[in-house]
């Protein structure tokens, strides 16, 4: 095998030594999974700002250290069916700025309807529903999540359906339905605060633990994650920003992989200096 500048960058660094590095291969790093309320309560979340005097989430976590393995260069080796993730490459955007949520939705959302269209099989409905743009900076309204999860439950699926696609919910909740996520970067390659997911073939239903998702006005259920040694983790190294990232959420079929836990980690090899990771996260409901 030929030596590369970036093979001989990454034996001679480190991270810290060099400002443009992109970490990349196998990593131990450590993730915060959940930890039961104290008071034995169902677990919540708020995903505003709690009424005074509770806090945002009444759980806590516990902080393991975990090995993820690099899917790059292998991306074809994992599907939704088995996996619950799916890797995407060489996907064109018109959406470059990603700052005004009603210019996502009239140029970007099409686009991630298309993709899904294209690359699931059987899927011949989609309703997007909403979208998160995460940067790491202080001032940014979201940043990347650091604990473990899973953005819908069962339950909560079937509520979106009805929530978003409320003319022919009956109808489309005798077939099959999922909801996948559409992720990607919006200035990688990914440096830092990469993303990392359990490939579901690796996950148990017992490490799971459905929380309360407490809106202003409404309450849903996403599932927290119990570490589990048999759960096999993964990362992208250096995604950019033509590589689309599928995450399903739930699987109204047996027999599939129905969700992928994830969560974003830090890399201990991320070199000082880094651009901190900007992304996009968008939700579907997808039929068929």
């Known amino acids: 095998m030929a030596t590369t500048i970036e093979s001989i960058t990454s034996t001679i660094f480190t991270g810290q030594n060099d400002p443009s590095y992109i970490p990349r291969g196998p990593v131990k790093a450590k993730i915060n999974f959940f930890r039961d309320p104290e008071d034995g309560s169902k677990p919540h979340n708020y995903v505003e700002a709690p009424p005074e005097g509770q806090p945002q989430r009444n759980y806590g976590h516990d902080e393991i250290e975990i090995e993820l393995q690099d899917i790059r260069d292998r991306e074809s080796n994992f599907y939704l069916d088995k996996d619950a993730f799916q890797a995407v490459k060489g996907i064109p955007?018109?959406?470059?700025?990603?700052?005004?949520?009603?210019?996502?939705?009239?140029?970007?959302?099409?686009?991630?309807?298309?993709?899904?269209?294209?690359?699931?099989?059987?899927?011949?409905?989609?309703?997007?529903?909403?979208?998160?743009?995460?940067?790491?900076?202080?001032?940014?309204?979201?940043?990347?999540?650091?604990?473990?999860?899973?953005?819908?439950?069962?339950?909560?699926?079937?509520?979106?359906?009805?929530?978003?696609?409320?003319?022919?919910?009956?109808?489309?909740?005798?077939?099959r339905y999922r909801i996948i996520n559409v992720w990607r970067p919006l200035n990688g390659p990914v440096q830092a605060s990469p993303l990392g997911f359990a490939s579901a073939d690796t996950t148990e239903d017992n490490d799971l633990v459905p929380v309360e998702h407490r809106y202003p006005h409404r309450t849903g259920e996403t599932a927290a994650v119990r570490y589990n040694k048999g759960q096999q983790f993964y990362y992208w190294s250096g995604m950019l920003n033509d590589e689309r990232l599928f995450l399903k959420c739930y699987d109204s079929k047996d027999g599939v992989g129905q969700r992928v836990p994830h969560t974003a980690f830090v890399d201990p090899r991320t070199p000082e200096g880094a651009r901190g990771r900007e992304s996009i996260e968008v939700r579907a409901l997808v039929y068929g």
């Not at 470059?96 to 899904?116: A, G, M, N, Q, R």
């Not at 953005?151 to 003319?167: C, F, G, Y």
Request: net charge negative; glycine share 2%; with cysteine.
């Open 93 to 175: 955007s018109e959406e470059k700025d990603f700052t005004d949520d009603e210019h996502i939705k009239s140029t970007y959302y099409p686009e991630v309807e298309k993709l899904l269209l294209d690359n699931v099989p059987g899927a011949h409905k989609v309703t997007l529903f909403d979208h998160t743009v995460r940067r790491s900076n202080p001032d940014a309204p979201r940043a990347p999540v650091t604990r473990c999860h899973v953005d819908q439950t069962a339950r909560s699926t079937e509520w979106r359906v009805k929530l978003h696609n409320p003319e022919d919910a009956d109808e489309l909740l005798k077939g």
